[in-house]
């Protein structure tokens, strides 16, 4: 029997990880741990940049962008969407009912409705507050006026889990860079970009500045070092490295990764310091403060 544990991203997974923790421990499946660990983010009104509460775009729009994945045949992805909370289970929903694997804005609205679930205000005072106070300050709409100190703070929720019978899954969601451009869309519902998962080989998920991660797929990057034999940490460090190696990079860009294998061995890296993230292998959620590859 192979011995649980899920690692997710932030210190706000948390109570996130404690919630997921008891089903997957009992012999749940990994998939239903990711999924859960999402949800509770989610679910969140203090994080304010995953699911309810999240910071709008430029024009007060809030969307969100999720995965699921099981392996290369079997992930699901919804971006864009506006009037529902529950994305990951969206997505999970695009993966386990329909023949495709992403489905975006009004159609996956659509799609949602007709699973039954349930449409959500996603804008909450305090993202309405603290979007005013930065139009005021921009003077005018545009990315070009973000605030870089802002922008360290876009975090999405990611989660790898691995369960008892051996079978690793992923996950993650996000309401993407804050004040972004309107209908842009970032690395998280994108296979390989944001999330890759190999079942036999290993599992990647991304934080940080998902125009990086696009530009080199990074996640999928990671996974495939693990398959030529790479143990986790070196691994991330060359996804890490590589992503940075084919960018000019902004003072506020991140990259910021987790591993997983299916033999129960993780990793968590950045290249810049400030990533946090979460770790269950018992009861008790343990808080990793990972090696980042630049000081600052
Ligand atoms: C994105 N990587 O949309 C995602 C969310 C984020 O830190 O910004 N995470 O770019």
Redesign the pocket.
Known sequence: MTEALILSTWSFALEANRSAWAQLAAGGASLDAVEAVCRHVEEDTEVD?VGLGGLPDAAGDVSL?ACVMLSPAQSGSVCAVTKQLYVTSLARAVMEHTPHRLLAGAGAERFAVERGFETHELLTERARTTYESWLADAGSVGPQNIDPSLEEH???VGSLALDTSGALAGACS?S??RFKTPGRV???PIPGH?LWVHPQHGACV?????EL?MGSNTAFLAVEEMRRGAPVEDALRGAIERTAEEHELEPED?VALLGLRPDGSWAAMSLRPGFRAILSVNEEPKLIEPASLWSA
Do not use: K
């Open positions: 940049s962008d876009h975090d999405t996000t993407g860079m970032g690395d998280s944001g991304a934080t940080g500045s998902g991660m991140q």
